[in-house]
């Protein structure tokens, strides 16, 4: 008899079905018990001009759930100087928080935003698809809260899983963040470039946390375009201010 195989645990976003209602935000930070004005998740908007339903020209919204992207080539287990960030077997980039040092290096490192201090335990922390829930066999806090089946997860190794049935159907239109940044992300997407432009992806900083003032409806206009570069950032205060 064959062993069963361990899980290798894959994740999918469907952008196609995303409304925007950030439950799945909502959710993490009270799972994990997120400071405010910290994420692990975090879901951006972006308008822009495209073609609607009849085919016209019009100002569409788009909406892009990001989290950590459990990286192949992570570059924040790279950058730890103390060696706390690990790569599991089963796919998840994980942090020792026991010897976390608090250096940063880990986020200055990340391409996606994805990981902060907390400023109560004083440790790096990030997303990690909700370890505690999945050794319960439970599923991810924001998969189960999304209202609009946006997360495909599960284990890559069971064909019968929704990640690996959500691969199968939509092998060819999934996609990844920043690819670019050559980090191989576990994570993979539905309908970037096409649902969601890629343009979106400049919102995603790059060396820091997510920044709770791009939810501010009122001060996208003042975004820059290079906001999340390693450069860019908010412009914060008045109009005047350069």
Known sequence: M???KSPHWGLAIDTERCIGCHACSVACKVENSVYLG????KVYYHDFHGKNAAGKDALRRAFLPTLCMQCEDAPC??????????????????????????????????????????????VADKCDFCSHRLDAGMQPACVEACPADVFA?????????????????????????????HTRPAVHYRGIGTVV???VENKLPK??????????IDTWADLRADYGTAVGNAKHGTKGDK
Not at 38 to 41: K, Q, V
Not at 171 to 181: F, G, I, M, R, T
Not at 207 to 216: S, V
């Open 153 to 181: 997860f599960g284990d890559l190794n069971d064909p019968g899983s929704a990640i690996s049935r959500f691969n199968a159907k939509h092998k060819a239109d999934l996609a990844v963040l920043k690819p670019q940044e």
């Open 38 to 41: 910290m994420f692990r998740t």
């Open 197 to 199: 432009p890629r343009a």
């Open 2 to 4: 064959t062993p069963e």
């Open 77 to 122: 287990l790279k950058a730890c100087p103390t060696e706390s960030i690990s790569r599991a077997p089963d796919g998840i980039v994980r942090i020792d928080v026991d010897k976390c040092d608090r250096s940063r290096d880990c986020i200055a490192a990340c391409p996606y935003g994805a990981i902060h201090i907390d400023p109560v335990a004083q």
């Open 207 to 216: 060396g820091r946390n997510h920044d709770p003032f791009t939810y501010e």
